[in-house]
Structures are given as structure tokens and as C-alpha cells.
């Protein structure tokens, strides 16, 4: 397939700039895979569609602040402006980072930052990338970072002044991601009681998020793209639970395309999924066989997209972008911040 094939012409004004407040007030398109019945109704509503067989699984990666403008010290007399996205960790105090501009960050450079007890070292260039090592450890780095990095929201976000608590999920616990899993984001503490009490079960995995998952699919033959690696997740119990509600055909509900990414990459050819601590970069676009999940709750997602191919995999492509054109001819928001949908 083509790239070309997922792209549709999105009108900005359609782009939310902000979350909905309350978060379960946004809209919600609700799909029937196998009659192509659509209904709409608000967020909150959801809680009408779930039952005791459903299973939510949520991400609880939590979202760190990872995205510094400052000035640094070039030599002893030159300061310079630069823009450092953490991208991903490589191991305890080195990071992948893009960092603007680079054209004087050369190896072996050492960069003190003014007002602050951090610095670091380009170890490594890779394109146009930057693998940096830090000096601080795993804690005072944490601390640092708090103190001087700001959130690093998606690039059609112009403005935004909320919190970091205000860009994590109600699941959110383990830190690091750069982006957040915004299709969790919808759901409030108030909606999850009213799951619960209906006997939804509710489960966690982990897949931690980086800024790659912006990066637009530049191969026009779509099989020739090569997906960025993301850290994944499960731990012994959550698998053994979730195998449990497979076997008695109770509905697995992925929150958003990471929850999707993670469990598909932890189940085996036997429909077994594996509690494991891996990296993965699995790549989903149609005609893939979905192993593990039966549901999906899901934003609208960027044209030509890795992410849109991931939903046109379990849904079909040009009904997908006929709901796409739907929405936004009946003001739905898009992206992270705005409306979803839940294709059933």
C-alpha cells in the first residue's frame, strides 16, 4: 500500500488546542465494526456500552519533561540558545536527543548550561541526532530536569498552558515518555468508579512514548517504512489475568494505539501473551492479523500516519477515512487533546 492511501485534508481549525474540561465531556463516535452503525454521544456516555465481559486496558506510562530552550556556554565567552527534545533513553545517564541548532554540537563537545549544575557530552552522532551523556545521576537528574525542562507538546499544539498533571493520564505512574497516551486521557476518576461498579475490569501495561511517534511516514511504499523502537511492559500478573479473561471470551478493549502496539508485541504465535521487558517496533498497517485485542478506544489521528495505518488495520481503510471526512464536517476535534471514537 501507499502512503498516499491514508491521507486526508484536515482543516487547522478542527485541531485541538486544549483538553476538554471535564476530560469525559469530549465527543464520542461510537462504531459498529460489523454493521457499520454509527452513533454519537459525549465521553462520559461510554459507561453505557460496557459490561461485566469487557476488560479496559489502560498505558501507565507517565509523561517527564522533556523539552528545554536555554542558553548554554559554547566557550567561555559565547552563549548560545538551543532546543533539546529528550527522544529516548539508551541507557542510565545517556540519552537520543534532537537538539536545534546542531551544527556546531560536534563529538566530544562538552555544553554547560547557565543557571544550572547541568551538562553533558555528545558521545555519539547518528543523522541528525545527538547521543548525549549527562553528568547528573538517575535522581538529581530527575530533580534537574523538573526544575529547568518544560512539557514537550505535539508540534500542532501552538500554545498551552496546563500543568504536567494536566497532560498525564489518571493511570499515569511510570515515568518516561515525551508524549502522552492522550486516548487515556478522557477518562476521569468519577467515569472509572462507574466502570468498576458495573464489574469492567480494569488492567495496565507500559509502553513509554517518545517523540518519534510524530515522525510522519516518509517511504511511499508503506512496507519500506522502518518504525522507531519503544520500551514495552507487562508484568507476570497482569499477563496471567489478562490470558484468563481471553480464554473466557471476555472483550480485550485497547485505550489508544500504544496499548494496541504493547500487547500485540508481547503475544506469542500460540494467542499467548508473555510478561516480558523488551523494546519494540512493531509495525501495524492493514491486512495484519490482530492477536490479542477485540476493541479499540481511539483518537483521530495525523494524515498518512503510522498511526492511522495501525487503525485502518482493524477497520477499514476508506470507511475509516469517510468517518474521518464525517467528523470533521460535524466539528469534532482532533488529535490529542479533543474527541475519540470506539470501534466495537
Same mark, same amino acid.
Given at each position: 500500500?501507499?502512503?498516499?492511501?491514508?491521507?486526508?485534508?484536515?482543516?487547522? +481549525? !478542527?485541531?485541538?488546542?486544549?483538553?476538554?474540561?471535564?476530560?469525559?465531556?469530549?465527543?464520542?463516535?461510537?462504531?459498529?465494526?460489523?454493521?457499520?452503525?454509527?452513533? *454519537?454521544? !459525549?465521553?462520559?456516555?461510554? %459507561?453505557?456500552?460496557?459490561?461485566?465481559?469487557?476488560?479496559? =486496558?489502560?498505558?501507565?506510562?507517565? %509523561?517527564?519533561?522533556?523539552?528545554?530552550? @536555554?542558553?548554554?556556554?559554547?566557550?567561555?565567552?559565547?552563549? +548560545?540558545?538551543?532546543?533539546?527534545?529528550?527522544?529516548?533513553?539508551? @541507557?542510565?545517564?545517556?540519552?537520543?536527543?534532537?537538539?536545534?541548532?546542531?551544527?556546531?554540537?560536534?563529538?566530544?563537545?562538552?555544553?554547560?548550561?547557565?543557571?544550572?549544575?547541568? +551538562? @553533558?557530552?555528545?558521545?555519539?552522532?547518528?543523522?541528525?541526532?545527538?547521543?548525549?551523556?549527562?553528568?547528573?545521576?538517575? %535522581?538529581?537528574?530527575?530533580?534537574?530536569?523538573?526544575?529547568?525542562?518544560?512539557?514537550?507538546?505535539?508540534?500542532?499544539? %501552538?500554545?498551552?498552558?496546563?500543568?504536567?498533571?494536566?497532560?498525564?493520564?489518571?493511570?499515569?505512574?511510570?515515568?518516561?515518555?515525551?508524549?502522552?497516551?492522550?486516548?487515556?486521557?478522557?477518562?476521569?476518576?468519577?467515569?472509572? *468508579?462507574?466502570?468498576?461498579?458495573?464489574? =469492567?475490569?480494569?488492567?495496565?501495561?507500559?509502553?513509554?512514548?517518545?517523540? @518519534?511517534?510524530?515522525?510522519? =511516514?516518509?517511504?511511499?511504499?508503506?512496507?519500506?517504512?522502518?518504525?522507531?523502537?519503544?520500551?514495552?511492559?507487562?508484568?507476570? *500478573?497482569?499477563?496471567?489475568?489478562?490470558?484468563?479473561?481471553?480464554?473466557?471470551?471476555?472483550?480485550?478493549?485497547?485505550?489508544?494505539?500504544? =496499548?494496541?502496539?504493547?500487547?500485540?508485541?508481547?503475544?506469542?504465535?500460540?494467542?499467548?501473551?508473555?510478561?516480558?521487558?523488551?523494546?519494540?517496533?512493531?509495525?501495524?498497517?492493514?491486512?495484519?492479523?490482530?492477536?490479542?485485542?477485540?476493541?479499540?478506544?481511539?483518537?483521530?489521528?495525523?494524515?498518512?500516519?503510522?498511526?492511522?495505518?495501525?487503525?485502518?488495520?482493524?477497520?477499514?481503510?476508506?470507511?475509516?477515512?469517510?468517518?474521518?471526512?464525517?467528523?470533521?464536517?460535524?466539528?469534532?476535534?482532533?488529535?490529542?487533546?479533543?474527541?475519540?471514537?470506539?470501534?466495537?
Amino acid at each position: 500500500m501507499r502512503t498516499s492511501d491514508f491521507h486526508y485534508n484536515l482543516d487547522p +481549525k !478542527n485541531i485541538a488546542q486544549f483538553p476538554a474540561s471535564p476530560r469525559d465531556s469530549s465527543k464520542l463516535m461510537i462504531i459498529d465494526r460489523k454493521t457499520w452503525n454509527l452513533e *454519537e454521544r !459525549n465521553f462520559c456516555d461510554i %459507561v453505557d456500552y460496557l459490561w461485566e465481559n469487557d476488560v479496559l =486496558v489502560f498505558n501507565e506510562t507517565k %509523561v517527564i519533561k522533556a523539552r528545554l530552550n @536555554w542558553l548554554i556556554i559554547l566557550n567561555k565567552w559565547k552563549e +548560545k540558545e538551543v532546543e533539546i527534545f529528550l527522544l529516548s533513553q539508551k @541507557w542510565q545517564n545517556t540519552w537520543e536527543c534532537a537538539v536545534f541548532p546542531w551544527e556546531r554540537l560536534k563529538i566530544g563537545r562538552e555544553i554547560f548550561f547557565l543557571n544550572s549544575n547541568l +551538562k @553533558w557530552i555528545i558521545k555519539e552522532i547518528t543523522y541528525s541526532w545527538r547521543i548525549i551523556e549527562f553528568n547528573l545521576e538517575w %535522581v538529581e537528574f530527575l530533580d534537574e530536569i523538573d526544575r529547568i525542562w518544560s512539557i514537550p507538546l505535539p508540534p500542532y499544539i %501552538v500554545k498551552w498552558e496546563q500543568t504536567l498533571d494536566q497532560y498525564n493520564t489518571i493511570f499515569a505512574k511510570e515515568e518516561w515518555s515525551a508524549a502522552a497516551p492522550t486516548a487515556g486521557l478522557h477518562f476521569t476518576e468519577g467515569l472509572i *468508579e462507574k466502570l468498576v461498579k458495573k464489574w =469492567v475490569k480494569i488492567e495496565k501495561v507500559l509502553l513509554h512514548i517518545w517523540l @518519534w511517534t510524530f515522525k510522519p =511516514v516518509q517511504k511511499e511504499n508503506i512496507e519500506e517504512h522502518i518504525i522507531h523502537y519503544e520500551h514495552i511492559e507487562i508484568n507476570e *500478573e497482569t499477563a496471567d489475568k489478562l490470558n484468563k479473561y481471553k480464554q473466557e471470551w471476555k472483550n480485550i478493549i485497547a485505550v489508544g494505539t500504544t =496499548v494496541i502496539r504493547t500487547l500485540e508485541s508481547m503475544t506469542d504465535m500460540n494467542w499467548i501473551l508473555n510478561s516480558w521487558e523488551k523494546e519494540t517496533n512493531i509495525f501495524i498497517y492493514p491486512w495484519y492479523n490482530f492477536k490479542f485485542i477485540n476493541n479499540i478506544i481511539t483518537n483521530f489521528h495525523l494524515p498518512e500516519s503510522s498511526l492511522i495505518m495501525l487503525i485502518s488495520a482493524f477497520y477499514d481503510r476508506e470507511k475509516l477515512l469517510e468517518i474521518y471526512e464525517y467528523a470533521q464536517n460535524n466539528n469534532y476535534r482532533f488529535f490529542s487533546f479533543w474527541d475519540a471514537m470506539f470501534l466495537r
